[in-house]
């Protein structure tokens, strides 16, 4: 495959002095990064979530979505595999498919007709031949040198993942084996889609990818999990970072709490109240390992949640420099009962754009992205819990998660 | 579904047009008022209306529920200040049992931030359930179609 030639930054981003606990604010504005991160990161060694198996499930079923910015195309031939191209015909360069999902026999593109086989390969050119023996390709057109651009594809635990690059490891190494026992927890059995929808945030992708992995901060911006005893850092928990840091899971269980007196002072621990509706909050116990809520993520932009009984990836999609879509999927399991489902359900309002105890995600970064756009050159202070990125099983007051993000970022990007 | 007599169309499109001017003077905490004690609020896309998927973006079943979002939005939950204008269309309702209506209604609800920029947050459409209690219309059921799967920063406050 060629690689495309970054060209490099006009002016070069030297890492401020503190390593993973700085992150200089440049990085969240400068077009040119962004730019670069295209190449190297989402067309680079890493393997990136396209969507779930069960968006693909049938022979013929076809999903967009996206690798970055790139538009690709996921597709399920008749004979059960799945692949995935960028969408893009090899003709003129247009979109092929222009539906969220649909299910086709062969993939046409609508400008000039061309039509490609669900694997990618290009089978008909309209009027290849001319009309009337006049016209048409010239003799040495030859059509196995034209089909969709193929991504790498590999699937576990119901996620559909590809990666541009042959230099990216496979999927199992690349998870590890703690990131894979754990997605294996949480969604290792027959799932169904119970609700989609997404929400535009006006931030860098990368404050999202830092917010989601900061346990730090979800217990003080967002009151209804203190308030409710969903999340508490007087619960017991901790973090995980994957062998190589880029990857975390942050758990809680929620039957340990012991009240800290820390959360007196804080907004947080301020609102007082019963709920009116109680049902908001019903739920089971459905591990044996005393785990009630946790935060997952896999480099660079998938997310799993589990709280309560409320399951759902996320993933988020950067729409340029200081805008990211993040797409919210909730999910069942197909032995869900009712009374089960009913609960999944309720709890929905947790989470998402609107969630009570998430919707404060879909400002904050914003707030962060408008406070630091006018100051490419000062820096966060990211020291909470330490100054390195390490795995942390008996506390969560600590941004170990978020160093472990700029630990792999830093890698790929060559930002020493 | 039976057409209804003028009287009671009249009397149901004060209450729909009530319904969108308090939600937009800010007077939150009248909203569950709105509803029957039993009352169902849900706001979800037409994607997942259309999916049958069981969850969209808010779901209050019952008064409480809906009150608790109240509180919520008062005290604990953090975004920018924002206001609403709602602009309704023309409902069309029909009797669907002695006493109880459906109505369908376009919407589209404009926000305005703090900064003073002015954008449309949401269009869709209405689909309620009403019933008459004690002479005055409550919605038994009101779910919120939004015609689009995505929000512009988050949502807070009812549609």
Same mark, same amino acid.
């Given at each position: ?116 086989? !669900?694997?990618?390969?290009?089978? $008909?050119?309209?009027?290849? *031949?001319? =009309?009337?023996?006049? @016209? &048409? ?82 217990? !003080?911006?967002?009151?209804?999990? $203190?308030?409710?005893?969903? *999340?508490? =850092?007087?619960?017991? @928990? &901790? ?178 | ?159």
């Amino acid at each position: 495959m060629t690689q495309t030639t970054v060209a490099a930054l006009s002016e070069p981003l030297a890492w401020p002095e503190g390593g993973v606990a700085r992150v200089p604010f440049r990085v969240f504005s400068d077009a040119e990064i962004y730019a670069l991160e295209q190449e190297k990161i989402f067309k680079g060694p890493i393997w990136n979530f396209l969507c779930m198996e069960v968006d693909v499930a049938k022979p013929g079923d076809v999903r967009t979505t996206w690798v970055g910015e790139t538009p690709v195309v996921v597709t399920h031939d008749q004979d059960g595999k799945l692949h995935a191209m960028i969408n893009r015909c090899a003709h003129k360069g247009a979109l092929v498919c222009l539906k969220q999902k649909e299910n086709r026999e062969s993939l046409t593109c609508v400008y000039h007709a061309w039509n490609y086989s !669900l694997d990618g390969q290009l089978q $008909t050119v309209a009027f290849r *031949n001319g =009309l009337k023996g006049k @016209g &048409g390709m010239p003799e040495d057109f030859d059509a196995s040198k034209h089909r969709l651009q193929p991504l790498r594809v590999a699937t576990f635990c119901g996620l559909v993942f590809g990666t541009f690059s042959e230099e990216t490891e496979p999927l199992d190494q690349y998870l590890g084996a703690p990131m894979s026992k754990f997605l294996d927890r949480n969604l290792g059995r027959p799932l169904k889609i119970l609700g989609v929808h997404s929400q535009m945030i006006h931030n860098n992708w990368k404050l999202y990818a830092e917010n989601v992995r900061d346990s730090y901060h979800a217990t !003080l911006l967002h009151t209804f999990y $203190t308030t409710f005893k969903v *999340n508490r =850092l007087d619960m017991d @928990g &901790g973090i995980i970072l994957s062998d190589k840091k880029w990857h975390h899971i942050s758990y809680t269980k929620r039957a340990t709490l012991q009240a800290e007196k820390e959360y007196e002072t804080v907004h947080s621990g301020q609102y007082e109240s019963q709920l009116a509706g109680p049902q908001l909050l019903n739920a089971w116990d459905e591990f044996d390992d005393g785990i009630t809520h946790s935060i997952q993520t896999v480099f660079p932009t998938l997310v799993v949640h589990f709280t309560l009984n409320s399951l759902a990836v996320r993933y988020f999609v950067p729409r340029g420099v200081d805008k990211t879509e993040l797409y919210w999927v909730f999910l069942g399991y197909e032995r869900d009962t009712e009374a089960q489902s009913q609960m999944r359900v309720m709890q929905g309002n947790l989470t998402g754009a609107a969630g009570l105890v998430s919707l404060e995600d879909g400002c904050i970064n914003e707030f962060v992205q408008r406070g630091t756009a006018t100051s490419p050159e000062a820096k966060a202070f990211i020291e909470m819990g330490g100054k390195v990125a390490e795995s942390n099983e008996s506390s969560r007051a600590t941004e170990a998660s978020v160093r472990g993000f700029w630990h792999g970022y830093r890698s790929i990007m060559g930002f020493h | 579904m039976a057409a209804i007599d003028p009287a009671t169309f009249q009397r149901i499109d004060a209450f729909l047009t009530d319904y969108a001017h308090n939600l937009d003077d800010g007077l939150t905490d009248g909203w569950p008022a709105y509803f029957a004690a039993d009352g169902l609020y849900q706001i979800t896309t037409r994607e997942n209306f259309e999916a049958g998927y069981p969850i969209g973006l808010m779901l209050c079943e019952g008064r409480g529920m809906m009150q608790d979002r109240m509180l919520a939005l008062r005290t604990a939950n953090v975004y920018e200040p924002q206001v609403f204008c709602h602009i309704l269309g023309r409902p069309d309702i029909r009797e669907a049992s002695p006493g109880a209506y459906a109505s369908r209604a376009n919407f589209s609800v404009f926000r305005t931030m703090e900064n003073g920029e002015a954008s449309l947050f949401a269009t869709g459409k209405y689909l309620d359930r009403i019933v008459i209690e004690a002479g005055a219309p409550l919605f038994k059921a009101r779910r919120v179609i939004l015609d689009s799967r995505c929000i512009d920063v988050l949502l807070v406050v009812p549609l």
